[in-house]
């Protein structure tokens, strides 16, 4: 159950460990592994603030982000990853330190919900978290929900290494969101290619 928490101003995102072979597991959700930076957004009242991994307040480098997070008529906190697209389509870490130049396009992934109307949200399973995150998310090109697929973590895997992706992430689909904490049951899995081009969003 959600339980009645005071919003906080920020939260430490939970963390990844890595490991080196994807798997197969019917408990387990998979995802893309995105080429950015962690990014935690927290809207009270309409107003959004954008938070870097380590907690330093980065919205005014990040303006039309922002903007494009009032479209969510709710409290709330979400996690997820900032990325930059180029002009040739790919996604490129480097690339988001022209962002503020505007010489490219962001995107931001989000992928979990923390916080929503005064609940906290932590508690809850990382399915049933994602799927009230897809529903408070305004339909905007900034804006990406990261859609995720059940059980067959290796052909995902193997199509993300055939198509250059950074990699994936498993998660175990009845997980609880802990702040700050990296445990097993988040993982990263790299593909070998290591590359960076960006697999179609859903928004």
Not at 42 to 56: A, H, M, P, W
Not at 176 to 189: E, H, N, P, V
Request: aromatic share 8%; glycine share 8%; proline share 2%.
């Amino acid at each position: 159950m959600a339980r009645t928490s005071t919003l906080p101003k920020h939260l430490q995102p939970m963390l990844a460990k890595l490991t080196d072979a994807p798997f197969d597991d019917k408990h387990w959700i998979f995802e893309d592994k995105y080429d950015g930076f962690r990014m935690v957004a927290t809207i009270e009242d309409g107003e959004v603030t954008l938070y870097s991994r380590n907690g330093k307040i980065i919205s005014h480098n990040y303006i039309e982000v922002a903007k494009a997070l009032e479209g969510i008529k709710h409290d709330a906190v979400i996690d997820g990853e900032l990325v930059a697209i180029g002009s040739d389509g790919l996604s490129h870490f480097q690339l988001l330190q022209n962002a503020r130049r505007h010489e490219v396009k962001l995107k931001y992934c989000v992928f979990d919900l923390m916080f929503q109307d005064g609940s906290d949200l932590r508690g809850l399973s990382l399915l049933e978290r994602k799927k009230r995150l897809k529903a408070i998310l305004p339909k905007h090109k900034l804006i990406a929900f990261s859609n995720h697929r059940a059980t067959f973590g290796t052909k995902f895997f193997h199509e993300a290494d055939r198509n250059g992706l950074e990699g994936i992430m498993a998660k175990r689909a009845d997980s609880q969101y802990l702040s700050g904490a990296r445990t097993d049951d988040w993982l990263k899995i790299k593909t070998s290619s290591g590359g960076r081009h960006c697999r179609p969003y859903s928004s």
